[in-house]
């Protein structure tokens, strides 16, 4: 969009300072006015280069920028970069359409005529460390230069972000003019990026311009979560940050093979997780944090892992065969791979748990120990009430209902009575007990 300039007094300026590149040695600083024409640029060009005006083309986001386009209509803000190259042979065979790589170039409608923001993409950026309206931008896969046309524009997402999905035609010396594939990246509007840096772009965040109403609080905000759902269910991000943390706090985000430890609409639809995990950035630094090592966790736990149990540790490793002798690789701390305590010849897990917590060598008075009966009293009960998981041994206690569990560690489901993975035989023979 454009950002109005102002001087030391304040009032705004209606001139914008542009940067044209025709080669990476060769940048020409351009002062123009907001009502400018693409035409008027070249003639400033023109002067300083001494290349005739029709023999300059100028290029922004993969299309070549008609002369009668304004830069307010364009929406080309303050210190933008445009690219440029000397076009002295016949009209290009490559057909431009009418769309734009981005969005943000020939975008003609009211609101932008008027200066009003019209996103359609958003950003989370490392720099602003926050959610900000993004921009599209385009450049050649093979020398990173901006000097591409594009063979046809982006219809969706998977055109920006899957490889190989548009060609285009490199105005760059460097590419001899060859057809080549295009990237596609996104910058952040927020502040002047420097030259290589981007923005994660979040594909699910988007501009509400339906006015739909959040699924939690039913208030209507811009902009909000679009899911993946059939139904595209949508979510304000306040509620969405709450909708986290609670999920996150109980640890039942969801392991996907392809996707990774990710939340699904809160609707409960089917093939509903969220597509990318730059998204959970917008819960802040400590609680994406927490959200990075669970979904490490997790992932060590679901692929039949384990994670050190040593005070101050917690490292998460592969072993190769099952095991009741463990090693850490990260602290060399030795525990047992079924109860994951200190490592014991005993083969009865449940009662070295019993012995490991009664066994720690303080200095204690005679009332503090009488004191301290109590508990181990309760972990004598939990010993007697509560059975391991078959899968990752958590101590689970069955207070009611049938017999089919599920671990709350690591969700495997088991039976009460075999202590095995629940089955048809299970729920035919001893469902209730």
């Not at 035609?169 to 596609?184: D, H, I, L, P, Y």
């Not at 996707?259 to 994406?288: K, N, T």
């Not at 181990?376 to 101590?395: A, D, F, H, V, Y």
């Amino acid at each position: 969009m454009f950002t109005a300039v102002r001087n030391r007094s304040g009032l705004q300026m209606s001139t914008i300072l542009l940067t044209v590149k025709f080669t990476s040695s060769c940048s020409c600083p351009v002062e123009v006015d907001i009502e400018s024409s693409i035409l008027d640029v070249k003639s400033i060009l023109s002067k300083q280069l001494q290349i005739p005006a029709k023999e300059i083309q100028i290029i922004l986001a993969g299309k070549i920028l008609e002369d009668n386009s304004t830069i307010k209509d364009l929406c080309i803000g303050n210190c933008s970069v445009l690219h440029a190259f000397k076009q002295n042979q016949p009209e290009l065979d490559i057909q431009v359409g009418e769309g734009v790589a981005g969005g943000d170039t020939g975008a003609t409608d009211n609101r932008i005529r008027k200066g009003e923001p019209d996103y359609q993409y958003f950003v989370f950026c490392k720099e602003c460390q926050c959610l900000r309206p993004g921009k599209l931008r385009v450049r050649c896969l093979s020398c990173k230069s901006g000097h591409i046309i594009l063979s046809r524009d982006p219809d969706n997402f998977d055109d920006v972000l899957k490889s190989r999905r548009i060609q285009g035609e490199c105005k760059s010396e460097q590419c001899n003019r060859q057809q080549r594939e295009a990237n596609f990246y996104f910058k952040c509007t927020g502040h002047q990026s420097e030259e290589g840096e981007t923005a994660a772009v979040l594909k699910h965040v988007r501009p509400n311009r339906k006015h739909r109403a959040c699924v939690v609080c039913s208030e209507i905000g811009s902009p909000v979560m679009v899911f993946p759902c059939e139904r595209h269910h949508i979510i304000c991000l306040d509620c969405f940050k709450s909708y986290c943390i609670v999920r996150l706090n109980d640890r039942s985000f969801t392991e996907d093979e392809n996707i990774g430890y990710s939340l699904p609409c809160p609707v409960g639809c089917p093939d509903s997780l969220l597509e990318d995990a730059h998204h959970f950035s917008l819960l802040g630094i400590d609680q994406y944090e927490r959200y990075k090592s669970f979904a490490t966790e997790e992932y060590v736990l679901q692929n039949g892992g384990v994670l050190c149990p040593a005070v101050g540790c917690g490292s998460g490793f592969i072993l190769s065969e099952a095991l009741r002798k463990v090693t850490c690789p990260t602290c060399q701390y030795t525990f047992c791979g079924e109860c994951k305590t200190q490592y014991h010849e005993d083969p009865d897990c449940r009662t070295m748990v019993l012995q490991e917590a009664s066994s720690q060598n303080y200095n204690v008075s005679e009332e503090q120990e009488r004191r301290a009966r109590w508990d181990l009293e309760s972990l004598e009960t939990i010993g007697r009430i509560s059975k391991p998981c078959p899968n990752c041994k958590t101590q689970t206690e069955k207070a009611g209902g049938c017999m089919h569990m599920s671990c709350s560690r690591c969700y495997f489901e088991w039976c009460w009575m075999c202590e095995k993975e629940w089955t048809r035989d299970c729920q035919g023979n001893h469902w209730f007990g």
